[in-house]
């Protein structure tokens, strides 16, 4: 009896399907030169790059390059972002993250060649502003001194015309 094909796993089934909604709505990818590429999962929460990367290469890559190199070599590249992105950064599941790839399929070895990879985070316009809110409260009651001492000056310069204008 012949041996059934072994079935992927439910998760790579599922991004082969996802893949092929993206390929029709979404294109996260530019070819960059004779098998070279570049992808990006767009601004996404930490918990899900792995998978968004598994799925723009895919889409990106699946007409050129056997879906199984794709599988196994980005498997190995989310890894090594997992260690950058939770160990190293300390970034927490919900901060928003963009990974771009610059890659190159090499046919001799089978295989992606990751040539860079950028992790842009991004920050809460709330989180910028905190450190600097105690000093822009000062900044403000500054502002708001000045503009009395103004309007005092203003007032005084005044009173000093009508006493001068008197001995006219």
Do not use: W
């Amino acid at each position: 009896m012949g041996e059934r094909p072994k079935e992927p796993p439910e998760e790579v089934s599922r991004d082969l399907e996802r893949a092929e909604e993206y390929e029709a709505t979404v294109a996260r990818s530019s070819v960059l030169g004779a098998n070279r590429y570049q992808i990006s999962t767009g601004v996404i929460i930490a918990a899900r790059y792995a998978d968004k990367l598994r799925r723009v290469a895919l889409v990106a890559l699946g007409k050129y390059v056997p879906k199984d190199v794709i599988i196994r070599d980005v498997a190995e590249l989310n890894k090594q972002l997992y260690h950058e992105i939770v160990e190293q950064r300390k970034l927490g599941k919900l901060d928003l993250v963009r990974v771009t790839v610059t890659l190159r399929y090499d046919e001799g070895e089978k295989r992606l060649v990751f040539e860079d990879v950028k992790i842009d985070t991004f920050v809460e316009e709330s989180k910028c502003k905190e450190p600097y809110e105690k000093q822009i409260a000062e900044l403000e009651g500054q502002l708001k001194a000045l503009a009395e001492e103004n309007s005092r000056l203003k007032d005084l310069i005044n009173k000093v015309k009508e006493i001068l204008g008197g001995f006219s």
